[in-house]
């Protein structure tokens, strides 16, 4: 596993780092690795119309529902090996090690074309297709080469038309995925594997103070409108508070400030705040305190705000059943199993919307560094995800 996911890695738009958006050519090199991975095993593969990898793992009988399984093979700039990847490459190496062994429903692997939102900075993509969530407003969207959705999946030789024939049969059981944890909590705990019980919602926004740019020498301090102090004070503002509220996380990620001079106060200051929790109430109160510490500094200091939403996605629970089916699988491999929120987004959360599925979180090494070419896995700790994803697979809870 370890060894795919580190060639997969080399297919890439940069010399010497890893970089795969939407539907680049080095995706296909990608596509044609993992059809070579799974041919011997008797699996049919085939890119969809949006460009998902899909290969095809029969059931016992040719009627059986299927049970999904996999991730996404784009990836950020400069990134790791194992970020979405390592949930195809798991899946493929596992029924590879099966024997042949066949079930009552069918496994079809997915490698989503698109997930990070790199390209187009409209993620999900790939599940958005399986789930018939990608309409013309999507399909318009451009890069910033001005090449559109549509454009860049026509150029890779698919037709755009077809995508509604990517989307799922009603006789999927559910869809599970395996991920790196991309943080730091199973390296800190000590514990290789967990089962997440829900995706974090998350609210995105800009917010600007708007003061009023003086010279930098003869403005007395009294005097100034000082978009910079104000921004400085509600950073300190938003980070005081998160640390106060259990398990909420808020980043104020972007700050530019206007004209930019160094001999000038700055008379306007953008910032964006990103704000997440497995609870909607508690995001929601979160950010509307926030606002308020805003507007509030604001008419301190003689400023005004303006603000827009960039993002309000809520929090999305796993399916019950399955979130204890592994859990029973970790506990089985003799791992203690921890269950936990995920603070980052994943095509889970896409399907959850038409199907049930689970998340199975593997330990990030080098304190849970990810999104980034540091980004480790331990071979012992790939070793017990293929096992608890085997005695996943071995009692799942579906009818003979």
Known sequence: MIARCCKLSTFSEDAGATRRTFLCEPMRDCHRALSAWVEPLGMESRVDAAGNWRALYPARRPDAPR?????HLDTVPNAGAYDGILGVVLAVALLDALGGKRFPFAIEVVGFSEEEGVRFGKPFIGSRALTGGIDKEQLGCKDADGVSVRQAIENFG???NEIPQAALR???L???EFHIEQGPVLD???LPLAAVEAIAGQSRIELIFVGR???AGTTPMYLRYDAVTAAAEWITAVERYALEVPDLVATVGKIEAKPGATNVIAGQTLMTLDIRHGDDAVRTKALDFLIGQAQEIAQRRGLRITQKALLTQKAVAMDGTLVNEIEKAIRRTGCEPHRMVSGAGHDAMVMAGITEMGMLFVRCGNGGISHHPSETLSADD?????CAFKDLLLNFPVSP
């Open 382 to 386: 790939a070793d017990l995800a293929a």
């Open 213 to 215: 740019s003086n010279h």
């Open 174 to 176: 559910g869809y599970v």
């Open 67 to 71: 049970l999904l399984m996999g991730s």
């Open 170 to 172: 009603s006789d999927t």
């Open 188 to 190: 800190n705990l000590g």
């Open 158 to 160: 698919l037709n755009p």
